[in-house]
């Protein structure tokens, strides 16, 4: 029995230590398969969802601790605060985020300083939330952001100081009636605009509203123009 207890003390000695898959495994391959397709793009494409290169430590290729708002899931500098039944958006969001999902949540206004300093933010999914407010200096820091989902809300007006960068704005089944003059001006980026099912009649849309914008797919259905506002509408 002696010796028998000995040669399994010896081979547990001798073994290897045994590590599983964890979260820092799948983090690894999720941040190396991001690295891999900065390396296959251009330094100026902004259109893959994580465009931007940023220097890595080769000892540290994850963070040791990482702030996530609370409830939320982060990961890959996402993050994931939908369903959660929020009324307002949650602060400590890190600085490096890249996307923000926050729908299905009942989020009433977007305060100036929501998302300060995010500024390598690229998309913010804020669809199916109560918002009746975005204040006009939102998004003043976040120059880089790209999509913006705003759908299933009670806005009254598209946002005031919208980025230059964006690339996609989706304003779906709001309250929007009017489209103010130089509402996009400098969006020289914007190829996708989808704002169905807001209550915008022909006299809605000001003169200039569009100026200097080229949009190649824009989508007013369900509202309540009587003819097509030709003159009002941007260049394709």
């Known amino acids: 029995m002696k010796e028998y207890m000995l040669l399994l003390f010896l081979a547990l000695c001798s073994a290897k230590p045994f590590f599983s898959p964890s979260h820092i495994t799948l983090k690894n391959m999720m941040l190396k398969d991001m690295e ?17 290169k940023e220097p890595r430590s080769p000892f540290f290729p994850f963070d040791l601790f990482p702030t ?9 500098r996402v993050v994931h605060c939908s369903d959660l039944g929020l009324t307002s ?11 923000v999902d926050l729908q299905n949540n009942k989020i009433k206004e977007i305060k100036e300083n929501d998302f300060k300093g995010l500024t390598s933010l690229y998309a913010l999914i804020l669809n199916n939330n109560k918002l ?3 204040h006009p200096k939102t998004f003043l820091t976040t120059k880089k952001l790209r999509r913006l989902y705003l759908s299933h ?13 964006l690339a996609e704005l989706r ?25 169905s099912a807001n209550p915008l009649d022909n006299d809605g849309i000001e003169p200039g509203a569009f ?13 309540k123009l009587t003819s097509v506002p030709k003159d009002n509408l941007p260049s394709f």
């Open 171 to 195: 304003i779906h089944d709001n309250k929007v009636k009017k489209i103010q003059k130089d509402t996009f001006k400098g969006m020289n980026a914007l190829h996708v605009l989808e704002m």
């Open 36 to 52: 891999d397709t900065d390396d296959n793009d251009d330094d100026d494409d902004d259109n893959s969802l994580f465009p931007t």
């Open 89 to 99: 958006v949650p602060s400590n969001i890190p600085f490096d985020t890249r996307m």
């Open 68 to 76: 996530c708002p609370f409830g939320c899931q982060c990961y890959s």
């Open 153 to 165: 809300n009670q806005l009254s007006e598209i946002p005031l100081n919208l980025p230059k960068s």
């Open 132 to 134: 009746t407010k975005i």
């Open 211 to 223: 100026e200097g914008v080229t949009v190649f797919h824009i989508r007013i259905a369900e509202a």
